[in-house]
């Protein structure tokens, strides 16, 4: 026993130490690990193709913040544990939600979202008159790119924001993770209710008027960019064609816009989060992707889960705050005490107390 002990005592130790000497050397550690990791994201993206599913993008994110908490591993490892792991497991079940449609065979709604977009823009609806107007393949014109670009943000934004903000303010991380698994659980289950098709896939069907063509797709074989197989996911088994309302594209651009409103005055942040939404709807649109009112509809989630959790926060904390002011009060006095449980003849002075304005 005493030489497992000492084995233990000198294990503990050396990890000591070398936690000791990492920490001293932060800046110069640090500098490697990042040179290591861009270039190992570097190979990936050049062998397997851009870090598009969410498996990967975990596994990135979660060595980068291993790098960037050199000299604490003690927090990165609780975050991992406690902080990462659930995430990761509830967007993980999130995606098999999403896919669970096609397994049930019910049936797609074609019909409401484009009698939705008729209704409020007239014929033809949004995504066939822009697409008549501004795509014309094989050639792709500068806006297409940038199309492509936003689009391909839907993918890792959330997820780089929440370790951001894991890093350097947990509490608002702990509210970015709520706002994403609330509305993502609002719309996995909408999937599965109500699947809807996208404007391409009701074009496919012979529902739509005019010509909507999935322009994504033919921007990664014009821009020859590979996507890499997901680890763990197996890709298509979780791909829903059918998970067109509520739009968690534009869902997600509006939380962070709310979210960054509320959280910070920098003007820059409140413009450029300002900007994504309505570019993410138009992207969206104009791809093929989703119709208007999709957009819209994801808007309405995004609006009423921030409301919803920021209730729920509120409502917590006064909870609380009243459970902590009461505790005091219904503890035990001892028996014989004076005022307040203190002993006979020594009661307290009084205490001047100051409103705090609300």
């Known amino acids: 026993m005493s030489q497992r002990f000492d084995g233990g005592q000198s294990s503990s130790a050396a990890r000591s130490r070398v936690g ?26 050049d062998t397997k193709g851009i870090v598009q599913a969410r ?15 050199v000299g604490d591993f003690d927090r990165w490892k609780r975050g991992v544990l406690f902080d990462w792991a659930p995430f990761a497991a509830i967007l993980f079940a999130y995606d098999w939600l999403r896919g669970l449609t096609d397994t049930l065979n019910w049936k797609v709604h074609y019909l409401f979202a484009i009698k939705a ?50 890093k350097v303010a947990y509490p608002r991380f702990k509210r970015w993770r709520n706002l994403v698994l609330t509305v993502s659980a609002a719309g996995g289950l909408t999937y599965v209710l109500f699947p ?12 739509l008027d005019g010509s ?15 996507v890499a197989r997901a680890a763990f996911e197996h890709n298509q088994d979780f791909v829903n064609p059918t998970a067109a309302i509520p739009s968690l594209h534009a869902a997600f651009p509006m939380l ?10 920098n003007r820059l942040l409140r413009v450029l989060t300002a900007l994504y939404v309505p570019l993410m709807g138009l992207t969206l649109v104009y791809t093929g992707e989703h119709y208007a009112i999709d957009i819209f509809i994801g808007w309405a989630y ?45 009661e307290p002075a009084p205490v001047t107390t100051y409103g705090t304005g609300e």
């Open 302 to 346: 995004a609006i009423a889960t921030f409301a919803a959790v920021v209730w729920a926060e509120r409502w917590w904390t006064r909870r609380k705050a009243r459970r902590g002011a009461a505790e005091p009060a219904t503890a035990p006095v001892p028996a014989g005490a004076g005022a307040n449980g203190q002993p006979p003849g020594r």
């Open 20 to 45: 000791a000497w990492m920490a001293e050397h932060r800046t110069p550690v640090r500098i490697v690990l990042s040179v290591i990791w861009i270039a190992a994201l570097y190979r990936f993206i």
């Open 55 to 69: 498996d990967w993008v975990f596994v990135f994110l979660i060595t980068g913040l291993l790098i960037v908490s």
């Open 212 to 226: 909507v063509v999935k322009v994504i797709s033919q921007l990664y074989q014009h821009t020859h960019v590979n």
């Open 196 to 207: 809807a098709a996208p404007p391409w896939l009701a074009f496919q069907k012979g529902y």
């Open 256 to 265: 962070l816009m709310l979210f960054t409103w509320t959280a910070t005055k």
């Open 117 to 166: 977009d008729k209704a409020l823009f007239g014929s033809p609806i949004p995504s066939v008159d822009l697409q008549h107007k501004y795509y014309h393949p094989p050639s792709a014109a500068w806006y297409d790119y940038a199309a492509f670009g936003i689009y391909l943000t839907h993918f890792f934004m959330t997820l780089l924001i929440a370790a951001i903000l894991w």
